[in-house]
């Protein structure tokens, strides 16, 4: 009986065995089945991750910020000791390991599994505003269809704001319906809710099937605004003063280049412009074939986006020289931040000739390089979470897809409301940029001391056939960390310092009264409506949370690996396909290896 129980037992044992073998290799070849169709779709995916709002929006208003050239120019030089260094990094780990950054952390080493979370925390927090920006590019489109345009028709309101500055009237009045202060949440707006609406369902329908559903959408979402681009920058280029505008952006001040802000802000746009640290690039290089030439398909996204950058520049730039040469305002004291393309772009269209056809280009752009970022990002999380849940791959990809985008509509719902603006303000000041400067830190960490250099180049080389060569190994080795650590120590420094916001006051007539009545003097108080106000108690807090929340995941990570070891998971990482098994250089050296795992 003992030797038919001890069989039995046995039996039992190496039965679970085959069925956890089994279950791996059945996960294995589900993963597998997620491959980009050919080579077109995986770098036009990756462009139009890549270039996105920010390179058209957020790239203009911080070189207007920080004196045009100078911040162009430390744009540039952190191009080349950050920017394409840390790009071809999450390519060749997306490539090499064929897994998201949280599987590729936890390959490495299982303690580092909390900068795949942190990046999973920075997508969601990300999400939540950049598809409210979305839901305003849609309610602008939608009025851009009517002539005269709704923020430059005569006012038919007796409220003394419209006739001072109708173009802000709209935005702030209309669009937003703007609280007073970030304490006041307000009420919902119903077309802005609507708007939302639509630019959620717009994402699932795109991202339904996952890259199978996107690898065809890209092929129209990353070319088209690239039409209207050359379009508007032929228009403006023939603007009246539009050469004042485009000298702005490329004349660099020497001052400007000693202050430490225009370098810290210039490297942190790396990271918004080429997608760094959020995941999607590693996520997108792990649906390809270990043949790819991550060093060409570096430089050709990283130059493509870059070029992207200052051609956006030149077309902003020269419509806003057309505003400063009808309204007399100093493009430096011009509206930045969301008012630049909903005030200052905004109002120079209207006074466009044929002004309606101006604005549907230019919004339907925004909109398209906006959807196209957010697939990345969607791809992001939804890789990551298939990953580490076993139930969701046992749900269907549309189905959990639509209850994501669902969950994540019903938690951006508060910044469809009169306070929305406040919130997105928020997030994006505290909880975005500091985190991706974590996350690259991790990534390179993970890959210089944890795995090795010699060892992943080297592994790189084995699987592609194409070597690393000493300037990237250099970079992701001193230059690159060096800045990111410097960067980041400043950003925190400089945010716990900077504790106001913008808070709305109206036109200068609408003051009359209030406290802050003289707060603004001269010509600046016609020029904005909003001052700088310290942020209340609350919202300090809620926006010291939302930064240090995404970074603690790192730390959390690493307790959870001390913690929480799963005792078959050594034996279920022999059984996992390595990323180089399938090569002819691998099958030469261990050809009796079924499934092993890289050493």
């Keep these: ?56 929006w957020r790239f203009p208003y911080l070189a207007q910020k920080y004196g045009g050239g100078a911040f162009v120019f430390a744009y540039l030089v952190m191009v080349l000791v950050e920017g394409l260094p840390l790009f071809c990094l999450e390519l060749a780990i997306g490539n090499h390991f064929k897994k998201s950054v949280t599987g590729s952390m936890k390959h490495i080493h299982k303690a580092l599994v909390g900068v795949g979370w942190c990046t999973m925390a920075v997508c969601f927090l990300c999400m939540l505003y950049y598809n409210s920006i979305i839901m305003w590019i849609i309610r602008y489109l939608f009025e851009s269809f009517v002539d005269p345009l709704p923020w430059a028709a005569p006012c038919t309101t007796n409220h003394t704001c419209c006739e001072t500055d109708k173009t802000q009237f709209y935005w702030y009045y209309e669009h937003l319906g703007i609280s007073d202060n970030i304490e006041d949440i307000g009420t919902f707006n119903p077309t802005l809710v609507i708007c939302l609406v639509i630019a959620w369902v717009t994402i699932f329908v795109c991202i339904a099937r996952g890259i199978a559903t996107t690898g065809k ?15 508007l920058l032929f228009r403006g ?46 996520s997108f290089a792990s649906f390809t074939k270990n043949c790819d030439n991550i060093i060409r398909d570096s430089i050709i996204i990283t130059v493509v986006n870059c070029s992207t950058s200052i051609l956006g520049g030149f077309v902003i730039f020269s419509i806003i020289g057309y505003r400063q040469a009808m309204t007399h305002v ?52 939804l890789h990551q979470l298939r990953e580490e849940l076993p139930f969701v791959r046992r749900v269907k990809k549309h189905v959990f897809n639509a209850f994501v985008c669902f969950t994540m509509f019903l938690l951006a719902l508060p910044t469809a409301t009169s306070g929305g603006v406040y919130m997105i303000n928020l997030i994006d000041g505290w909880a975005v940029s500091i985190p991706l400067l974590v996350v690259a830190l991790g990534e390179i960490v993970a890959i210089m001391w944890f795995y090795g250099i010699h060892r992943f180049t080297s592994e790189v080389y084995e699987a592609t056939g194409y070597r690393i060569g000493w300037y990237w190994q250099i970079c992701w080795l001193v230059i690159s960390p060096v800045c990111l650590v410097i960067i980041a ?28 009545e003289y707060t ?41 690996s001390l913690w929480c070891t799963d005792p078959y998971e050594e034996d279920s990482s022999e059984l996992e ?23």
């Excluded at 997620?34 to 462009?47: G, V």
């Design 1 to 56: 009986m003992y030797v038919v129980y001890g069989a039995s037992r046995g039996q039992r044992g190496l039965s679970t065995l085959r069925n956890k073998a089994s279950f791996i290799k059945k996960e294995t070849a589900e993963h597998k089945q997620d491959q980009w169709n050919n080579k077109s779709e995986y770098i036009l995916s990756l462009i139009g991750f890549a270039v996105g709002i920010g390179n058209i």
């Design 217 to 231: 959408v890209v092929y129209f979402s990353a070319t088209a605004p690239y039409v209207v681009l050359i379009i």
């Design 237 to 282: 280029v023939t603007l009246e003063g539009a050469k004042d505008g485009i000298i702005y952006f490329i004349t660099p001040e020497p001052k400007q280049l000693l202050d430490v802000r225009v370098w810290s802000a210039a490297a942190s746009q790396i990271f918004y412009s080429l997608g760094i640290g959020f995941g999607a690039i590693v």
């Design 330 to 381: 100093e493009i430096s004291k011009m509206e930045n931040g969301p008012g630049l393309a909903f005030v200052a772009i905004a109002e120079a269209v209207a006074n466009m000739h044929i002004s309606p056809l101006w604005a549907v280009l230019f919004y339907s752009m925004l909109l398209l390089l906006g959807v196209d970022s957010l697939f990345g990002l969607m791809e992001s999380l």
């Design 489 to 516: 120590c400043l950003s925190i420094y400089s945010q716990l310092q900077n504790r106001s916001y913008e808070q709305f006051i109206g036109c200068p007539e609408d003051r009359v009264g209030k406290e802050y």
């Design 520 to 560: 603004t003097n001269g010509t600046d108080a016609i020029l904005t409506w909003t001052r700088n106000s310290l942020l209340p108690t609350p919202a300090l807090i809620g926006g010291i949370f939302l930064l240090f929340t995404p970074i603690a995941m790192i730390p959390l990570g690493v307790l959870h």
């Design 577 to 599: 396909m390595s990323p180089i098994a399938d090569t002819p250089h691998y099958e030469q050296e261990h050809p009796a290896a079924g499934s092993p795992s890289v050493v």
